[in-house]
């Protein structure tokens, strides 16, 4: 066959039989930062500069707070915990663990609140995992302010803020020496669910996600109100620009998920939620699932709907981790 001919031949294969095109994740990104305000550049980076402020030794594992700077004149409060089998020779993989809003703030996902369903970190780290719980902006002991961070430009939410603190505590996780930083996932409950959703679409470092409780489509949230996207610590532009309405909205829950194809992900959607309707997480599973079956990622693809409200369970808990060390652990 000549080479004009085989060119010819090529070219009436059918597409879906060539290479599967990857989720435009800059589009994607971009319609989010509409919302968000956009993702601060390289230039923002400055070293972590880590410190250790305590240390102790549990059963089987080590806690250590510890603080890591996330731009100039920022520093993060955090938990670290390492379990004793990861060493420099044998590095672990790691996950980030976000808590849900909650006054202690990190230190629920390490076991110091009152559910241990909430409880992640101190799950995983005892699975083999190390395990970083950073403070969201304005919880526990790191104090934010979101006003002066808008006047001055840096933000225009604090949905972002937390994305950049987020991406730099990758950053940190992959600095340990007891760390394998090709192997990084993150897992959140309520606002830690959707905190560790939009980090992951802006952070590929992130392996596997699993998200509980933390989102639905905009169009089934409280029958469409937005209000409460829109305070200091979420999405102002969403009122202020979108006059919270779905239907103005430049992004939603289906464009995050999809930018994660073919990467794991996990939701967990109680039917009995009070936050997140649960047919608009559906909504957007189904909506995800075409770049998924394109990428022939289906099984990474996951949803739970436990019967039960706004909470984690254990079954639910379980399932999570067993398919976060099934990307992890391989």
Not at 56 to 77: I, N, Q, S
Not at 199 to 225: H, M, P, Q
Not at 296 to 317: E, I, N, S, V
């Amino acid at each position: 066959m000549s080479r004009l001919s085989f060119a010819l031949l090529f070219a009436l294969i059918p597409t879906s039989f060539c290479a599967a095109e990857e989720p435009d994740r800059v589009a994607l990104r971009k319609k989010m930062e509409r919302a968000m305000g956009p993702l601060p550049g390289a230039d923002r980076k400055v070293p972590l500069d880590a410190k250790v402020v305590s240390e102790e030794k549990l059963d089987g594992y080590g806690r250590l707070k510890v603080t890591f700077a996330v731009e100039k004149g920022d520093r993060v409060p955090a938990w670290l915990l390492v379990p004793n089998s990861a060493t420099r020779d044998k590095k672990a993989p790691a996950m980030l663990c976000l808590h849900q809003t909650v006054a202690i703030g990190k230190d629920e996902p390490i076991g110091l609140g009152k559910q241990d369903s909430k409880a992640q970190a101190l799950h995983l780290v005892k699975r083999g995992f190390v395990c970083l719980a950073p403070d969201y902006p304005s919880f526990g002991e790191y104090k934010c302010d979101f006003q002066a961070a808008f006047k001055r430009g840096d933000y225009q939410s604090g949905t972002m803020k937390a994305i950049w603190n987020n991406m730099r505590a990758v950053d940190y996780l992959q600095s340990l020496p007891e760390v394998d930083g090709e192997r990084i996932g993150v897992i959140g409950h309520s606002l830690g669910g959707h905190n560790s959703m939009f980090t992951a679409a802006f952070d590929e470092r992130l392996k596997v996600i699993v998200s509980s409780c933390g989102f639905c489509s905009f169009a089934k949230y409280y029958k469409g109100n937005l209000k409460g996207w829109t305070s200091e610590r979420y999405m102002p532009l969403i009122a202020r620009e979108f006059g919270n309405d779905p239907k103005k909205m430049p992004f939603d829950f289906s464009d995050v998920v999809t930018s994660f194809a073919p990467r794991a992900f996990l939701a967990v959607a109680p039917e009995k939620d009070d936050n997140f309707e649960v047919s608009g997480v559906r909504d957007v599973i189904v909506a995800a699932e075409p770049a998924y079956k394109a990428l022939k990622a289906t099984d990474k693809l996951k949803a739970l709907y436990p019967d039960a409200g706004h909470d984690f369970p254990a079954d639910a808990r379980k399932t999570a981790y067993e398919f976060i060390e099934a990307e992890l652990k391989k």
